[in-house]
């Protein structure tokens, strides 16, 4: 007697690859990995899983709103924010191989292990819940994370946590939308993983993604137009006299998620309100670099200046972000450049 099968489109069981199977596919290709970087990005997916069920259980558990203290930025702190913090300090605090995290919400760094022993150990930096104003309206949020090696000539926390992007060992985001995706890259491209919450694990389902060359698209705050370098209101005039869309969610994670898969440019100029930019450095600006370039795209604080490559002087600094498809970063830094 013949089995009968089913047809089906979904790929075969065998074929499913989580994020804890694909972190183990990677280790195996580093022979002497002892598997202390794995056991940190299935700390970090352990709390996307958790944030993710405290963001969709918002309302109901009555943890939207304000959470009554400012940050260190001087910005509100919702209460997702504060709950998503905790999660990832406590769940990386256990973590033998973290020596240092440092996050949006909390001022100073948290020094969890000084032992100089030998063993590798790893700085994570991390943006718990990007654009939590996004919350309160059922809008996309995301976590955001940075993995830097501590410095073994230094005793300094600071050297450790103050290098280049170029230095990150692995960056990625969650993005929390109507569902729940990992982009992830450990410096060999950038999969894609969703969470499946039938089985609770992050599943593949995307790898050595390519960002689009070009895509008539552009992302950015418009309301600040007026306040905005030249170079940027003389592009906006460019784009809007040559067919281009706008698309702005007002949270990094969504924006980027949207420019990464279907091509365009996002940005954070400098601003009469934020002469500096408004985004992060060391745990926004540098993980999603850190992705697009992986993904083939650029990543810029101004003409010919790689974000990736930005000596940082503070952990909450700020800096100027423009990113995306080569072509589309190319357009906006040629009307820059024309400016000055
Ligand atoms: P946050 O980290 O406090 O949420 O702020 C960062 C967010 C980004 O997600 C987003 O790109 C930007 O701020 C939106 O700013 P604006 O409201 O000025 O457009
Ligand atoms: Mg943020």
Redesign the pocket.
């Known amino acids: 007697m013949s089995i009968p099968t089913v047809s089906t489109s979904r790929p075969a069981l065998r074929d499913i690859v989580t994020l804890q199977a694909h972190i183990l596919q990677q280790q195996a290709r580093y022979p002497g990995a002892t598997g202390t970087f794995s056991w940190i990005l299935s700390a970090v997916s352990i709390c996307a899983k958790m944030i993710a069920s405290q963001v969709r259980r918002a309302r109901l558990e009555d943890v939207l709103g304000a959470a009554g203290a400012a940050n260190v930025?001087g910005?509100q702190q919702q209460k997702l924010d504060v709950i998503a913090n905790e999660i990832l300090l406590r769940m990386l605090g256990g973590r033998e191989g973290v020596a240092i995290v440092a996050s949006?919400e909390n001022e100073e760094p948290v020094i969890l292990r000084r032992q100089d022993d030998g063993e590798t150990r790893y700085c994570v930096l991390f943006?718990p819940l990007?654009?939590?104003?996004n919350l309160d309206i059922c809008g996309s949020v995301g976590t955001i994370f940075s993995i830097l090696r501590k410095r073994e000539d230094s005793t300094r926390p600071e050297d450790s946590l103050l290098q280049p992007g170029l230095e990150q060992v692995a960056a990625g985001y969650v993005l929390y939308g109507s569902s729940t995706v990992m982009m992830l890259t450990i410096g060999n491209g950038v999969d894609m993983f969703v969470l499946d919450p039938a089985i609770g694990a992050f599943v593949r389902v995307a790898q050595g993604l390519r960002i689009p060359d070009t895509n008539k698209c552009y992302s950015l705050?418009e309301g600040?137009r007026l306040s905005l370098p030249e170079g940027y209101q003389r592009y906006l005039q460019w784009a809007q006299s040559n067919g281009y869309s706008s698309r702005y969610v007002?949270?990094?994670?969504g924006?980027v998620h949207r420019i990464l898969l279907q091509g365009g440019v996002f940005m954070?100029p400098p601003t009469k309100k934020a002469p500096k930019g408004?985004?992060r450095l060391m745990y926004?600006a540098n993980p999603m670099a850190m992705l697009i370039e992986q993904a083939g795209g650029k990543a810029l604080v101004a003409p010919g200046e790689r974000i990736l490559e930005v000596q940082p002087e503070g952990i909450h600094q700020r800096c100027c972000v423009v990113l995306g498809s080569s072509a589309e970063v190319d357009a906006v830094m040629a009307q820059v450049a024309a400016a000055t």
Not at 130 to 133: A, I, L
Not at 250 to 253: F, I, L, S, T, W
């Open positions: 930025q910005e949006e943006d990007d654009g939590s104003s705050n600040n007002g949270a990094m994670v924006d954070y408004k985004l926004e």
